[in-house]
């Protein structure tokens, strides 16, 4: 590797996303083209509209970390690793940590890790302690994100800090072939779509949002409306299914791009209509793609036995908590709950 001076850290910017897209690229890459896998895909617009929305709603909890390269013609700060982390009523998520290969194994992860997870107001060399004991931001009460099944060094770095990965969540991918294991809804219910409600006079958005977090807060224990909003400036359409005229029972996504979710339920054998509302209701230009924790059991039954497949290596959910609010929610994908 070229010669480096010390580490600086700082806060990110906007004007760092291209660069961090670099470096998450190439520790990909690194590690899994060594398995053989392929490589990540050139079109990154979608990934950098997540990291534009997450910078904009945690701007305290992106960090960049600089070399100084000392000779050649690019000699100067060298942006070698990045983490992105966002804080929703109380969960602590990492979003990103990536380092660039030639630097890897210094200690620059845990640093990235220890500012991510403490804000900007870390005192210096002290980590923050996940659990409800940490010093730091008492607002966080659980600390979680997604690894992959075959990063050991990323697995080892969250589990020491009390991040333990325990649940796999696999990406299902493909063209439903059989339709009925997504079955319509029985006639008692109705979906309902987020723009009908929202432009159903000036209170509709308020009470779309209501409902949605509602749903949320009863299903995985906080609110993320930001994230919401988000979803549905990005293209993905959402849809809350309902007793008719009565009770609300959860909500799906599904987008022209084939992105399915996030999926909330109350009771987890509602999940296949759910996914079959989101398949039904948007027209999907390709192949249909979706996250599903292992503990989603009636989900990844349901869109096995339609036709779709397991994707590459699974994910795993690492979590400070033994009790984890996934047997009734897919996530918006690994990046964010
Ligand atoms: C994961 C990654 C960000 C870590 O950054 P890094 O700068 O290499 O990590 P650090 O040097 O700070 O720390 C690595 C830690 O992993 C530990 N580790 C390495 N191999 C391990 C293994 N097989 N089992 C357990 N722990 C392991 C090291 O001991 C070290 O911990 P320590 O310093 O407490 O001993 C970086 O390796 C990377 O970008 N990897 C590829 C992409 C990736 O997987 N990103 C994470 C996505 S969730």
Do not use: K
């Amino acid at each position: 590797m070229p010669p480096v001076g010390p580490v600086t850290y700082r806060l990110g910017r906007e004007a760092d996303m291209v660069t961090c897209l670099g470096v998450w690229r190439a520790a990909v890459d690194d590690y899994q083209g060594r398995l053989n896998q392929p490589p990540m895909p050139e079109e990154t617009g979608p990934l950098r509209r997540h990291l534009v929305h997450l910078l904009a709603t945690d701007p305290d909890r992106f960090w960049v970390a600089e070399v100084e390269r000392t000779e050649g013609a690019a000699a100067g700060p060298w942006l070698v690793g990045f983490a992105m982390a966002t804080v929703r009523d109380g969960l602590w998520y990492l979003a990103m940590l990536f380092v660039l290969p030639a630097v890897q194994g210094r200690g620059i992860g845990a640093g990235l890790l220890d500012r991510a997870q403490a804000g900007r107001d870390m005192p210096a060399g002290v980590p923050a302690v996940p659990g409800p004991d940490n010093a730091f931001d008492t607002r966080i009460h659980t600390w979680g994100m997604a690894t992959d099944t075959a990063q050991p060094i990323s697995n080892g770095l969250y589990a020491r800090r009390g991040m333990v990965p325990r649940l796999p969540i696999w990406r299902l991918a493909g063209e439903p072939t059989r339709w009925s294991a997504l079955p319509a809804l029985p006639a008692s219910l109705e979906a309902v779509s987020f723009d009908a409600i929202a432009a159903n006079g000036h209170e509709g958005p308020r009470r779309l949002a209501d409902v949605v977090d509602g749903i949320d807060r009863e299903v995985i224990g906080l609110t993320h409306q930001a994230d919401h909003e988000f979803l549905r400036r990005d293209g993905r359409a959402g849809f809350l299914v309902r007793e008719r005229g009565g009770r609300v029972l959860g909500y799906v996504y599904g987008s022209t791009t084939g992105r399915i979710g996030p999926v909330a339920a109350l009771d987890p054998d509602l999940l296949p209509s759910l996914l079959g509302v989101a398949i039904r209701h948007t027209p999907i230009l390709g192949t249909a793609g979706v996250w599903v924790p292992g503990s989603a059991d009636p989900a990844i039954r349901a869109l096995l036995e339609a036709g779709l497949h397991f994707d590459r290596f699974p994910g795993l959910l690492c979590w400070s908590r033994p009790e984890m609010p996934f047997a009734r929610y897919l996530p918006i994908n690994l990046a964010m709950v």
